[in-house]
């Protein structure tokens, strides 16, 4: 489970994620990043109807949860990042959630990195 701080909660942060920041697509997720301040990371999720019904839902949160758990350590300081399950992930295994995870976080590190000229802030 991700840490209470590590967790978005509200409308402005998602929406500066989504509107603001990079996005990286997967068949089975996108992935929104940005950059906001020197807070640690934050991570939020959307997982719509169109995924599938309530309990499948709630399955899908909770293996992206435990994937980023994992992962919050790539990310840089003052990161919000919003994971959006598409429809495929409800049939998506734990493995293919956290292939596709991978591909899209590396992704935007990496054109992050070079936007950045190769340095890190």
């Given at each position: 489970?991700?840490?209470?701080?590590?967790?978005?909660?509200?409308?402005?942060e998602?929406?500066?994620?989504?509107?603001?920041?990079?996005?990286?697509g997967?068949?089975?997720?996108?992935?929104h990043?940005?950059?906001?301040?020197?807070?640690?990371?934050?991570?939020?999720?959307?997982?719509?109807?169109a995924?599938g019904?309530?309990?499948?839902?709630?399955?899908?949160?909770?293996?992206?949860?435990?994937?980023?758990?994992?992962?919050?350590?790539?990310?840089?300081?003052?990161?919000?990042?919003?994971?959006?399950?598409?429809?495929?992930?409800?049939?998506?295994?734990?493995?293919?959630?956290?292939?596709?995870?991978?591909?899209?976080?590396?992704?935007?590190?990496?054109?992050?990195?070079?936007?950045?000229?190769?340095?890190?802030?």
């Amino acid at each position: 489970m991700l840490s209470r701080q590590s967790r978005m909660r509200r409308g402005e942060e998602f929406e500066a994620a989504v509107k603001r920041g990079k996005r990286a697509g997967r068949p089975t997720l996108v992935v929104h990043f940005t950059i906001s301040g020197e807070e640690s990371p934050r991570v939020g999720f959307v997982v719509s109807k169109a995924v599938g019904g309530a309990v499948t839902r709630n399955k899908v949160k909770r293996r992206l949860r435990h994937l980023m758990r994992d992962r919050l350590d790539a990310l840089p300081r003052g990161s919000l990042l919003v994971v959006r399950a598409n429809p495929p992930a409800a049939s998506a295994g734990f493995e293919q959630l956290a292939a596709e995870l991978d591909l899209a976080l590396a992704r935007l590190l990496r054109r992050r990195e070079s936007s950045t000229g190769g340095q890190k802030r």
